[in-house]
Nanobody
Framework: VQLQASGGGSVQAGGSLRLPCAAS????????MAWYRQAPGKQRELVAS???????HHSDAAQGRFTISRDNGKNTVWLQMNSLKPEDTAVYYCNFFTIHLRIPWGQGTQVTVSS
């Protein structure tokens, strides 16, 4: 399976972005998917995860502002980000949540939030 994250860009604080992650090939179905991010000089961190049936978890930083969703028929996971803050600036990645299922991290998509 290949995962392609996109939709990043530059926005002002308070703005919104919606990031899609499209999966190609087999392996998407039935798996918990997740969005991660890595800010400059920091470790990659989990932003949100979603099970095959739609059960979600959002990090404390994302709770109330970000929403993860998925369409199993379209093999796509989205991250809706609202009320963006400068501290949300990072490269965002999608991948499987379960460590032993993860594929090599791709380029991700850059999100830059200016104050």
């Amino acid at each position: 399976v290949q995962l392609q994250a996109s939709g990043g860009g530059s926005v002002q604080a308070g703005g919104s972005l919606r990031l899609p992650c499209a999966a190609s090939g087999s392996g998407f179905s039935g798996k918990t998917m997740a969005w991660y991010r890595q800010a400059p000089g920091k470790q990659r961190e989990l932003v949100a995860s979603i099970g095959h049936g739609g059960t979600t978890h959002h990090s404390d930083a994302a709770q109330g502002r970000f929403t993860i969703s998925r369409d199993n028929g379209k093999n796509t996971v989205w991250l809706q980000m609202n009320s963006l803050k400068p501290e949300d600036t990072a490269v965002y990645y999608c991948n499987f949540f379960t460590i032993h299922l993860r594929i090599p991290w791709g380029q991700g998509t850059q999100v830059t939030v200016s104050s």
